[in-house]
């Protein structure tokens, strides 16, 4: 996902743990079988669009993801 003009600092933070915890809510099939969804979130920043490419924010964002990861979260 990318977010254009956010502010920067702690609402990252939120932003990611809402997006985990909407990922996290179990997901019913037809079925009836339920599955439990876990993920990883990478974030990366630029402070002006000009100060960063695109393939370096997502170099970025992948390093910061393997990280989490790493961390278990």
Known sequence: MIL???PLG???SVIA???LSE???PVTLGSG???NVTASIGVS???SPAATSAEELLRDADIAL???KDRGR
Do not use: S
């Open 4 to 6: 254009a003009q956010l």
């Open 23 to 25: 990922i996290a809510q």
């Open 66 to 68: 393997f990280t989490a």
């Open 45 to 47: 920043q630029a402070e």
């Open 10 to 12: 702690d609402q990252l």
């Open 17 to 19: 743990q809402r997006v």
């Open 33 to 35: 079988q339920v599955f």
